[in-house]
């Protein structure tokens, strides 16, 4: 699927990355500096912290206040676009005012949490190209305080699969798909294997060097095992988030990351070894 359009190409148009300095948009901006684009430019609202790299134009702005954004859409041609579903409609009425041509968004299926984001596009009249990725493997950090503590992580259903995707490589996609067109198309990204909560245990026990161990628990004692590292979030995503993993293993999307990327996709065990001191800061 990948192709080299050459970097003439790439130098004739303008890609702004919003989120740029969030755990995605920042990783987009990174692969499309890789990939030979000179021109990106980065949303942010807070320019003086970005800490972006000097060949990247920095925007402010914010997409939940949309009338921080004209000057950022200015002689745009693509975005990549960061899920905000409360003012995405003004959004994308902005970015079409301003002549951005293609919409490579963040979002899930219409029927999911962030379902509102795609349909928003679609009805956009712009150009599309939907990303709708899994489970975050950077989603077991929310176990981080409990491993740190107890040495044991809690939740309701051990058997429950999924298949993580690293971020990293979600804005591999997103980049790569940024320069490669595929207006109209939808892909469901996942991770290169299927793993249940109890093999995600025991894969970071592994990388970390220390027994970790699964207790199944009830929905209340679940939550207040993520309250110290989800705060008020923790009930939202005991109710929404883990009751939707499925116990039937799911199907991995026929379009892989490498597919797409040309790269091997990251396996779960690669990126427990390499986060491993994340689990170790307090």
Not at 60 to 83: I, N, S
Not at 126 to 142: I, K, Q, S, V
């Amino acid at each position: 699927m990948r192709t080299n359009p050459g970097y003439a190409y790439y130098a004739r148009m303008t890609i702004l990355v919003t989120g740029a300095t969030a755990n995605i948009g920042r990783k987009v901006v990174d692969h499309l500096l890789a990939l030979g684009i000179t021109d990106i430019r980065a949303l942010t609202s807070n320019p003086e912290k970005a800490a972006l790299p000097a060949t990247v134009h920095v925007a402010e702005g914010h997409l939940r206040r949309p009338e921080t954004l004209p000057a950022a859409f200015a002689g745009v041609d693509r975005m990549y676009l960061a899920p905000t579903p409360d003012s995405v409609t003004e959004v994308l009425g902005l970015a079409r005012a301003a002549g951005v041509q293609h919409v490579v968004d963040l979002s899930g299926e219409p029927e999911s949490w962030w379902g509102t984001v795609c349909t928003a596009v679609e009805e956009s009249d712009l150009a599309w190209t939907h990303l709708w990725p899994g489970d975050f493997m950077e989603n077991t950090l929310l176990w981080s305080h409990q491993i740190r503590e107890t040495g044991v992580v809690r939740e309701p259903r051990p058997d429950a699969a999924s298949a993580p995707i690293a971020m990293d490589d979600i804005a591999a996609v997103a980049a790569t798909l940024l320069t490669d067109l595929h207006p109209g198309r939808a892909f469901s990204l996942a991770g290169p294997q299927i793993l249940t909560r109890t093999d995600l245990v025991r894969q970071l026990a592994n990388a970390l060097g220390r027994d970790i161990a699964f207790c199944r628990s009830s929905r209340e004692d679940t939550v207040t095992a993520l309250t110290p590292t989800m705060g008020d979030s923790a009930t939202w995503y005991v109710d929404n988030a883990l009751a939707g993993f499925d116990l039937t293993p799911p199907v991995l999307p026929l379009t892989s990351v490498q597919d797409i990327t040309g790269r091997t996709a990251t396996t779960f065990a690669r990126w427990a070894a390499d986060n491993a001191p994340r689990f170790a800061a307090g």
